[in-house]
C-alpha cells in the first residue's frame, strides 16, 4: 500500500473549520549535533518557563511557543544524517524531553507523537516517503497524531478503516480522541486498519477534505495539549502518503521503547520541577513549625530530611531514565530480539519509576510548603495535575509485570508498542 514518491497537499497548510492558524516557520534552523540539540532545548525551556502557569490557568494554547519550537529546528534533530538531520542519540532525545517538561510538561508533550511518527518513517517509510517527510519535517513541520479511539474494547482495537479508493489511492473513515497536538498539527499520522485488517499509518495534510480537528480536550492536567478530537469521514490518502506499520511487529522493534521513553523523560522533568518549586516555596514562604525552634523553614531538620528523600527519588528516576536510553541506543546500534527486549524492560522500569515519583512530589510540594501552597491562585497544584494526568497514558501495573516476568522465566516483553 505504499508507493516511491508522496505528493505533496494542494493546500499543507489549510486549518479545518473552527482549528487554529498554523504558525509555520520561514525557515527552521537546521541542528548540527547533540550538544547543540541540548543546548537549543535548555534555551527554550528558559523561555518557556516563566509562562507555564499562566498557561494553564487559562488555558492559553501555546502558539507562539510551538512556532518557536519548530523554529529552532528542534523537531528536526531525530532525521538520519543521509536525509540532513542531525540524527541524535536516544540520550539526547530523552534530555530535551526532560528540560521541556520541567518548564512546561504540556509544550513536552506536544511532540512526542512527532517524534514517534519520525521513527515510523524511519522504520517502514520508502526511500521515497522518507525523502518528502524528513524535507518537511527539517522545514519545521510539525506532526501530530490520531491514535487512540474512546468506546472500545481496548486501546489496540482500533475501528477506523483505511480502504482502497481506485485510483485516488485510500480513504479513511473513523473517530479519533486524545489526538495530542493535532490541532496545531500540519500533518496528522492516522493508525487504521487497512487489508485483512492489518495496521497502517496514513500522513495526512491537516484540514484535507473530510477531516476535522475539535478542540473539545477538557482534561484537569495537560490543560494546553490540545488533546481533542479528530473526525474523518471520507479523507482520500494518496497511497503515497501510507505506511505498513504492521511490517514494525513482525520481527525484534524498538517502536514501544522508543514511545514509552520520551513518556517517562516527560514525568521525570515534571518530578524535578514540581521538587524545584516546593524548595523555593519552603525558602521564600514557609514559616517554619513552632516546634523544630529553626530560624527558617528550610533549617527544620525534618523538612531538610524529606527534602534529601525526595531528591533521591528523583535522582533515581533520572538516573533510569538515562540508563534507559543507553539500552534504546545499543539495540538501535545492533537490534536483535534480545537487544530489543533489553531496550524495553529498561525503559518499562524507567517509565513505571518515573510516573510514581512525579505524581508522588507533586503531592509532596504541598507536605513540605503547608497551607498557603494549596491557594489556587498560587496553582501549584498544576505539577500534580499534570503528572496524574499524563501518567494515565498506559498503566505502570502492566510494566512492573513484565519486569516481573523477565527477570524470573526470561519471557520477553510482547511486541505491542507500549512496552
Known sequence: MTSSAPTPPAHPDHPAPGTAPDLTPDSAHVIADDAEALAVAAELADAFRPGAAERDARRRLPREELGRLSASGLLGITVPRAHGGADVTAGTLAEVFRLLATADPSIAQIPQSHFVYVNVLRARGSAGQQEFFFREVLAGRRFGNAQAEAGTRHAQDIRTRLEPDGDRGHVLTGTKHYSTGALFAHWIPVLARGAEDKLYVAYVPRGAPGMTVVDDWDGMGQRTTVSGTVRLEGVTVPA????????????????????????????????????????????????????????????????????????????????????????????????????????????????????????????????????????????????????????????????????????????????????
Open 240 to 419: 503515497d502518503h501510507v505506511v505498513p506499520h504492521h511490517l514494525t511487529f513482525e520481527g525484534p522493534q524498538l517502536h514501544g521503547a522508543f514511545a514509552q521513553l520520551l513518556h517517562s523523560a516527560i514525568d521525570s522533568g515534571i518530578a524535578r520541577a514540581a521538587l524545584a518549586e516546593a524548595a523555593r516555596f519552603v525558602r521564600t514562604k514557609s514559616r517554619p513549625w513552632f516546634e523544630s525552634d529553626s530560624e527558617t523553614a528550610a533549617e527544620d531538620p525534618l523538612l531538610v530530611q524529606r527534602f534529601g528523600a525526595l531528591e533521591l527519588r528523583v535522582r533515581a528516576a533520572r538516573a533510569l531514565l538515562e540508563a534507559a536510553a543507553r539500552a534504546v541506543d545499543t539495540a538501535t546500534a545492533r537490534l536483535t530480539d534480545d537487544t530489543a527486549a533489553e531496550a524495553s524492560i529498561a525503559v518499562a522500569a524507567a517509565k513505571a519509576y518515573a510516573a510514581e515519583t512525579a505524581v508522588d512530589t507533586g503531592s509532596a510540594l504541598f507536605e513540605v510548603a503547608g497551607t498557603r501552597a494549596a491557594l489556587d491562585e498560587l496553582n501549584l497544584h498544576r505539577y500534580w495535575r499534570d503528572a496524574r494526568t499524563h501518567t494515565l497514558h498506559d498503566p505502570v501495573r502492566w510494566k512492573v509485570q513484565h519486569l516481573g516476568r523477565y527477570v524470573l522465566d526470561g519471557t520477553r516483553p510482547p511486541r505491542h508498542g507500549l512496552v
